[in-house]
C-alpha cells in the first residue's frame, strides 16, 4: 500500500496535525509498528504508547503535543481506522471482473453488471445475480436463487435452490445455505424423512462465517434478518428466525423453530432448544444451554441458562463444597 496522509484523511475524514504529504506504506497495532506505517489509538489509556512507537503517522482522539509524529485527530479512532482498513482490504481482495471460462451458468439465470465469476463456478436456472456480485471458485448456486448487489461468496460456498440473498453479503468459504432441515417421523422404530420444501430469506449486510449451516425449512421461511453476523461453525436449524443486527459466535447451535430477536448477542459454543424464543436485546453467556423463553433484555449464563448474577453465585458455592463437604466428613 501506498498513501499519503493527505489521501488517509480524505478516507477517514479527520484533521491532520503534521505532514499532509507524508507516505505511508503500512498499517500496524501500536505495539508492533515500523517506520512508514500509521497505527491508531483508542483513547486515553494508550496516549503513551504514541512515544514508544515506531509508526510514523497516528490516528489519535486528541492533538498530542509531546509528539513530532503526524498526526489525524478523529472523534472516534478506532471506527475510523476500519475505514481505512477497509479500502485496503478491497484493494488486496480485488478480483478481475470476468466469468471465468470454466464456470457453468445456465441460459435461464440473469447475470448483473461488473461481475467476478470464479473457476468451477455452478449457477444453475432461473438465478438471478446482481451487480458487482464476487463469487470466488467452486461454488455452487442451486436453481431459482436470487442475490443482491455487492455480495463475496467466497471458494466453495454451497447455495442451493430457492434461497433469497440480499445485498452486500458476505459468505465465507465452506458454508452450507440451504441444506435439509433434519425432520424425521418415527414410525415403528423407523426414522421416515420429512421433506424440506420451504426456503431461506437472507438480508441486506449480513455476515456469514466458514463452515456455517443454515437449513431451509420445512414449510415456510428460515429468515435470516438484515445485520445479522454468523460466525464460524454455527449451526442454524430449520424454521429459524433472527431479528435485526443479532450476532451469533462461533459454534453456535439453534434447534428448529427458535426465535430471536433484534440485537440478540449469543456466545461461543451456546445451545438453544427448539422452538424457544430469546426477546430483543438479551445477552446469553458461553456454552450456556438456553431451555426456556427469555423476556426483551435478558442476561444468561450457565446450563441451564440463568440470570447471570445467579449463576455467579452458584459458580461461588461449587468452588466451596469441597470445604463444605470435608467438614460435614469431619463433624
Known sequence: MKFT??????????????????????????????EGDISFIKNEKFVN???ETNASAIVSHRPIEETEKTLIIVDNPFLAFTKLLKVISDQKQQRPRIIH??????????IGNNISIGANVVIEGNTQIGNNVTIYPNTFIGASCKIGDDSIMYPNVTIREEVTIGKRVIIQS???IGDDGFGYLQIKGKHVKIP????????????IGSNVTIARAALNKTVISSGVKIDNHSHIAHNVFIGEDTMLIAYAKLAGGVRIGKNVMIAEDV?????????????VGAASNVYKSLKAGSVVWGSPAKPVTLEKRIQVLIKKLPDIYKKIKDS
Open 5 to 34: 496522509i493527505k489521501q488517509i484523511n480524505e478516507i477517514i475524514g479527520g484533521k491532520v496535525l503534521g505532514d499532509c504529504n507524508l507516505l505511508i506504506t503500512g498499517v500496524s497495532s501500536i505495539e508492533n509498528s515500523d
Open 271 to 283: 445451545g438453544v432448544t427448539d422452538h424457544v424464543k430469546i426477546d430483543d436485546n438479551c445477552m
Open 196 to 207: 424440506q420444501v420451504g426456503t431461506i430469506e437472507i438480508g441486506d449486510d449480513v455476515a
Open 49 to 51: 504508547k504514541v512515544f
Open 101 to 110: 471460462p470454466s464456470a457453468t451458468i445456465s441460459k435461464e439465470s440473469t
Open 174 to 176: 465452506g458454508a452450507s
